[in-house]
């Protein structure tokens, strides 16, 4: 089965603490990806990083870092130091095997709050 | 910049209503998705075109057909509206160099009284 687990429904935090998004999928594919996508208040999706199953390196962008360990099936989503634009549901994704006509999988997202 | 634009924001419809959803994207990806969202389930795939004239069924098709007749344009059909229907329907695109992003449209919230 291939399936995507977001089991974090709600998050809120006060503003400049650090946050751990958490993500586990499922897949029987040796070759598949991963991505993380922001939803914030206004509505449209906003991709924020793919990895592919390959890869297993630590990826940081600013405030943002990505930590991938297969041995667990997780990839993870850390906010350091977070700001109130941060607020927005996140989504994690699965896209098995290596086509792009692949279907991508989401998870039922984390919404995200930081207070003030 | 990739645009994904979906015909309408915000619809109402009654039940039984044949509704159209459209969406047309200005970067000649071949792939192309519907998704709807709804509260605590995330984004769900209804269907999805990797050509012309081609579908496949997402994970829930049923009350839903879509039409593929040219590259850019997906549209998504429900030919007889349930108030279950009720949601926000997602479009995206995506192009064939690799396993890359989707690019979404801002999403069609449909109320269906």
């Known amino acids: 089965a291939q399936k995507v687990t977001q089991a974090q429904t709600e998050i809120s935090v006060v503003e400049k603490e650090d946050v751990t998004l958490d993500c586990v999928y499922e897949t029987r594919d040796t070759t598949y990806y991963l991505f993380w996508y922001k939803q914030p208040p206004s509505g449209e999706l906003v991709f924020l990083i793919r990895r592919n199953s390959f890869d297993e390196q630590n990826e940081i962008s600013g405030r943002y870092s990505w930590n991938f360990q297969k041995s667990t099936s997780s990839f993870n989503f850390t906010i350091t130091a977070s700001q109130v634009v941060d607020s927005a549901v996140y989504f994690c994704?699965?896209?098995?095997?290596?086509?792009?006509?692949?279907?991508?999988?989401f998870g039922s997202g984390t919404r995200l709050s930081i207070r003030p | 910049d990739v645009k994904v634009t979906q015909s309408s924001r915000y619809l109402v419809k009654r039940t039984g209503e044949k509704v159209f959803l459209e969406c047309v994207q200005d970067?000649?990806?071949?792939?192309m998705f519907w998704y709807r969202q709804d509260p605590g389930l995330g984004l769900r795939l209804i269907y999805f075109s990797y050509d012309v004239k081609m579908k496949e069924k997402g994970d829930i098709p049923e009350g839903y057909s879509v039409s593929r007749e040219k590259k850019e344009r997906f549209s998504l059909i429900l030919e007889s509206a349930s108030t279950n229907q009720t949601s926000m329907y997602l479009c995206a695109s995506r192009g064939t160099g690799g396993v890359g992003e989707l690019f979404f449209g801002e999403g069609s919230r449909l109320t269906v009284l």
């Open positions: 970067m000649d990806h071949e792939n």
């Open positions: 994704a699965l896209s098995p095997g290596y086509s792009s006509a692949s279907k991508i999988i």
